[in-house]
């Protein structure tokens, strides 16, 4: 059975093990610590290896300058940042443009933070940050809390609340004035809560990073199909967000502030705040910090954007370039190879000749095509050949009875019609021909040829009887129009 103090201990060792503590108990955490605040700013997230390279190299020479030689450890900024890098602190990758560069772990940002708090104004156990903690205890004890009897009561006691406060304000024309004091201790507990931000953004995207890394392990192991990676891939990455309890911590502070309005809002409010007296006793940096409040939120967003956006892009990349087929043959190949060295090194002597290999293996081909292809042009199908039970004539004419409009029998009656006229009515002219041409499609197509020929609407309404082939009649009414007697070929063919 584990002791308490065993325990307590065995908890420490884990918590250590963490690269953020990593970081900060080492021999040399105050260069680190101090070269990547220099180095990785909030307006510079990002930095090319070959610039950071440089920049840790300018900033270890100016240290030795400073007579700091014996704080500062052996090997070149280069070492530095690998070493960096493979502890956990540093993440390389490369960005749209084929560049790549550093990016500050969610460990590193985290323990810069920490050194931040350790080395800034101390927090105290002012009025803001009590409130703070009695405003989140009251907000997880309604959201808690099932009762609606309970809940109803503490609403109507916060409108009776602010109902008196309005009442107050509409009274007297003043609003209560805060001392400069509790305003300065309110400004540091927002300054305390927003340095926590990135850590938690870089969190966030971490963890997407590693879901990445997940998929693509098990598309390079092979060890399940493709298809079922893939399906697992579109679920986790449809719900990225409620897959890591980062994500869903930060899919409800999306709901939040990735409102653009809020944001709008935030900046407004700032900028009240900014402009109030107390800010001048405020330091320059903690007045920067309450300045770029938005612009962090903002960064830290396109930092887990960008994550999502780059997951998809690698993963797609792997699927596309992945043949499971090409790495089982490549595997089998090293493993033949291996075989066979392993076979031959134990009674082979120092200086022994190896047999080249003459020739290529010859492949293995089961069958080739011995016949060229055919080049006589496509001729078309036979034709059909006539059935003596297909009805014959009657058969046809009485599919063609229900066809489409006859476009030529309706030309030559609408222009018999007209005679010499130069306009037609076409109501009246479908009225006039018989009853083949008086089939309800025909009406369609008589109107069509009108459209063709250049019809000209009226404000009349014109009926005419339809015929359809079984004999049935149907009444059509529309929109009266007139139309040519004769198009353009018929004008070129008679002069």
């Given amino acids: 059975m584990i002791t308490r103090a065993e325990g307590a201990y065995l908890g420490a060792v884990r918590a250590f093990q963490n690269p953020m503590l990593d970081l900060l108990h080492k021999r040399y955490a105050p260069l680190v610590v101090s070269l990547l605040s220099v180095v990785f700013t909030a307006e510079r997230p990002h930095v090319p290896v070959a610039d950071a390279h440089t920049e840790v190299g300018d900033a270890l020479d ?21 070493q ?77 609340r602010l109902r008196a406060e309005l009442e107050h304000v509409q009274k007297t024309g003043t609003v209560e004035q805060v001392d400069d004091e509790q305003l300065l201790e309110e400004a540091e507990n927002v300054l305390h809560l927003v340095r926590e931000l990135p850590a938690d953004f870089a969190r966030v995207a971490e963890s997407i990073k590693a879901m990445q890394r997940d998929v693509v392990t098990a598309l390079r192991q092979d060890e399940r199909p493709t298809g079922e990676v893939l399906r697992e891939y579109l679920e ?20 939040l502030i990735g409102d653009p309005q809020r944001l709008d809002q935030l900046a407004s409010q700032l900028d009240v705040v900014l402009r109030h007296r107390f800010t001048r006793r405020l330091p320059a940096p903690q007045r920067a910090e309450l300045r770029e409040i938005g612009r962090r939120i903002e960064q830290g967003l ?17 699927v596309r370039n992945h043949d499971p087929l090409r790495d089982r043959q490549v595997d089998e190949l ?42 006589r ?46 306009q037609v009515d076409v109501a009246a002219a479908f009225n006039a021909a018989p009853a083949v041409l008086r089939r309800p499609v025909d009406l369609l197509g008589l109107l069509e040829i009108a459209h063709q020929r250049g019809m000209v609407e009226t404000d009349e309404v014109a009926y005419v009887d339809a015929v359809r082939p079984d004999g049935t009649r149907r009444r059509f009414a529309f929109g009266a129009v007139t139309t040519r007697s004769t198009d353009d070929e018929d004008e070129g063919r008679d002069r």
């Fill in 302 to 318: 396109d930092q887990v954007f960008t994550a999502q956006r780059e997951a998809s892009y690698v993963i797609t990349a792997q």
């Fill in 62 to 82: 100016q240290l030795r300058a400073a007579g700091y030689e014996e704080n500062l450890p052996t090997g070149t900024a280069r070492d530095l940042c690998r």
């Fill in 236 to 255: 986790r990455g449809e719900h990225v967000m409620e897959s890591t309890a980062e994500g869903r911590a930060f899919a409800g502070a999306l709901r």
């Fill in 377 to 422: 042009r496509a001729q078309p199908p036979s034709p059909l050949a006539e059935w003596d039970d297909d009805g014959g004539d009657a058969a046809a004419d009485e599919a063609l009875a229900w066809g489409g409009p006859h476009y030529a029998e309706l030309g030559q009656h609408l222009r018999g019609f007209a005679r010499d006229a130069a």
């Fill in 334 to 375: 090293l493993r033949d190879v291996m075989t066979g060295l392993q076979a031959w090194v134990p009674g082979a002597r120092r200086g022994q000749a190896v047999d080249p290999l003459r020739r290529l293996p010859v492949a293995e081909v089961e069958h080739l095509r011995q016949s060229a292809g055919d080049l």
């Fill in 84 to 160: 960096w890098a493979d502890a956990g602190w540093l993440v390389r990758q490369v960005l749209d443009d084929d560049v790549e560069v550093y990016q500050l772990s969610a460990h590193a940002v985290g323990a810069l933070e920490v050194a931040g708090r350790a080395g800034g104004t101390r927090a105290r156990v002012s009025q803001s940050r009590v409130r703070t903690l009695l405003d989140a205890v009251g907000r997880l004890a309604e959201d808690a809390d099932p009762d609606v009897l309970m809940r109803m009561a503490r609403l109507d006691a916060e409108i009776a």
